[in-house]
Nanobody, 123 residues
Framework: QVQLVESGGGLVQPGGSLRLSCAAS????????MGWYRQAPGKERELVAA???????NYADSVKGRFTISRDNAKNLVYLQMNSLKPEDTAVYYC?????????????????WGQGTQVTVSS
C-alpha cells in the first residue's frame, strides 16, 4: 500500500517562511511527477507547484519567486519551501504523486494524495 504523508505546516506571520515535506512509502517501484496543491476554504483545489522525476518544475503564477519545489529521489521525498508568505497563502496543502508500485502480478501505476497539512498565515 502506497502512502503520502505531509509534514511542516503551521501558523506563520506574513513575510515568514515554512518548509513542507512529503514522504512516499510502500512498495514503490518508481515515482514520476510529484506536486503540491492547496485548497482554501470555499475554493477549489489548485496546483501550487510540480516537479518531474528529472527535476523540471512549474509553479502557479501566484507563488513564482516565493516558493521552491524540490525532491530527493533516493528517499522518495518532495519539499515545498515557502518564503514571503502572505495571508492569501492560507490553505490546506496536499502532496500529490504519480507512483508505480510493485504488486503481485507486476506493477501498478496510480495517482496518490496525502492527507493534507494546514498552513495559516496571519499576524
Amino acid at each position: 500500500q502506497v502512502q503520502l504523508v505531509e509534514s511542516g505546516g503551521g501558523l506563520v506571520q506574513p513575510g515568514g517562511s515554512l518548509r513542507l515535506s512529503c514522504a512516499a512509502s510502500g512498495s514503490i517501484f518508481s515515482i514520476n511527477a510529484m506536486g503540491w496543491y492547496r485548497q482554501a476554504p470555499g475554493k477549489e483545489r489548485e496546483l501550487v507547484a510540480a516537479i518531474t522525476s528529472g527535476g523540471s518544475t512549474n509553479y502557479a503564477d501566484s507563488v513564482k519567486g516565493r516558493f521552491t519545489i524540490s525532491r530527493d529521489n533516493a528517499k522518495n521525498l518532495v519539499y515545498l519551501q515557502m518564503n514571503s508568505l502572505k495571508p492569501e497563502d492560507t490553505a490546506v496543502y496536499y502532496c500529490n504523486a504519480d507512483i508505480t508500485s510493485l504488486v503481485v502480478r507486476g506493477t501498478h501505476q496510480d495517482n496518490y494524495w496525502g492527507q493534507g497539512t494546514q498552513v495559516t498565515v496571519s499576524s
